[in-house]
Structure formats: C-alpha cells, structure tokens
C-alpha cells in the first residue's frame, strides 16, 4: 500500500491497512503529518487566542494560585505566557516523537516481554504513529471551532465537546472528576483501538485482539487514574 493509502485505510479499513503496516512499519509520512498540524494548531492559538487567556483561567480556578499576592500573581501569568509559545513548539517537535518512543517501549514491554508476541520495536512503533493520526482530525476540527467560538470560551485542554468533561464545570467540579472524564476522549479511545489493531496485526494470528487490546488500555487506565490524583492533589 502507498502511505497515502494507509493513511486513508487506518480509518477505513484499520484491519487490512495494519497488516500492511506490520509487514512494512515504516512510519515517517504519518509523524511528519502529525507534527505538521500540530504546530499549525498551536501557531493558530498562539495568534487568534493567545496564552494568557488560558494560563489566567487556570490560576484562577486554583485555590492555591488565590493565595499568592495579586501583583505576584500578575507577574506569574505574563511569564507564563511568553514562555508557553517556547515549551509549546519544543512539545510539538521534540515531545511528540519522544512520547510516541516512550509509549512504544511501554506496549513492547507488554506485548513482547510479558505476553510473549513476536512483535518489533519498529511494528511497535509504526502502529503508535498510524494509531494516533485521528489526531490529525481532533486538532482540524478544533481549529474550525478556535475560529467560530469567542476567543474566550475556547479551551486548548478540552477544545471539542467529545468528552464528559466538555459537560463540567471546571471551575467548580472536583479536579480529580474532571481530569478522568476529560481522559473519556471518543478520539482518544479511537486512537486507543488503532493501536491495538496494530499490535494484534504485528502480533500475528496467535496473538488475540482481546490481549493487544489489554495491553494497550491497561497502561491508559494507570496513566488516567495517576493523571486525576495529581490534579487532584495540587
């Protein structure tokens, strides 16, 4: 298959495309694409939204920003907002292919060192980046809405409405609730199956679905739940 054609095939035909990608798991196209609309995403916030909006919506939700001077506070917020272009494009371009790494050697841990499937880093890989370009469609759509919502009303960490969270109050529901059914992502559990599509395809036919399923929303879940406790904390 053309990359092209496994682009379009992961979300037509995942099954078919992943074999294909399993028997070749070359992955440049897809990552490059990722990162591209990431950046474009992220320089289209920069411009029509702006950071500060966002960073003073935080403090001032959080009962232990309230309690730094307001002058101090002030200060905080226009430092945060001209580094956060900085850390936002070194995120994109540093960050997305070094945590697709990271979850790629978490899932062959899993898949090869504990359920014993003959899968390869690279296949490993391979299906993290073509299992994550729904990515691609959430950060299109979220553009389209940037421009059709109040600038003050977009929010970066829950743009689209696809997602418990989406319904609650960030303001006042507790932090850890909101967390966990911000995580409940219909584009993050689609991404979640992609993957795992990938890892049975790699994994070959005595490799189930049910276990590289397993093996990927496991670590999700552990992620999701350690992800809410911290918001909760702090």
């Known amino acids: 298959m053309s990359e092209a054609s496994r682009m379009t095939g992961v979300f037509f035909e995942p099954s078919k495309t ?20 990431s950046l474009v995403y992220l320089y289209l916030y920069t411009q029509h939204v702006g950071w500060e909006r966002m ?6 939700t959080s009962s232990l920003a309230q309690q730094i001077p307001a002058d101090q506070r002030e200060q905080n917020i226009q430092t945060r907002a001209r580094l956060a272009p900085i850390f936002g494009y070194a995120g994109v371009l540093i960050g ?39 990515g691609v469609v959430f950060a299109i759509l979220a553009m389209v809405v940037m421009f059709v919502k109040n600038p003050d009303d977009f929010n970066l960490q829950n743009p689209l409405v696809f997602n418990p969270g989406a319904f609650l109050d960030q303001a006042t529901s507790s932090k ?26 790699a994994g070959g036919r005595k490799f189930s679905t049910g276990s590289a399923m397993t093996a990927v929303f496991l670590p999700w879940v552990l992620w ?11």
Do not use: N
Not at 55 to 60: A, F, K, P, S
Not at 110 to 126: L, N
Not at 184 to 196: M, R, V
Not at 224 to 234: D, I, S
């Open 96 to 134: 997305i292919p070094i945590t697709y790494l990271i979850w790629a050697a978490i899932l062959l841990g899993i898949v090869k060192g504990i359920m014993s499937a003959p899968v390869s880093f690279k296949q490993a890989y391979a299906a993290v980046v073509y299992g994550s370009l729904p």
């Open 18 to 37: 992943f074999q294909d990608i399993a028997a070749r798991p070359v992955f440049w196209v897809p990552l490059i694409l990722i990162v591209a609309v």
């Open 55 to 60: 960073i003073r919506h935080q403090l001032e």
């Open 176 to 201: 850890f609730l909101y967390s966990v059914a911000s995580s409940l992502d219909l584009f993050t559990l689609w991404t979640l199956i992609l993957i795992g599509l990938g890892l049975k395809a």
């Open 224 to 234: 999701t739940v350690c992800k809410a406790a911290l918001a909760g904390m702090f």
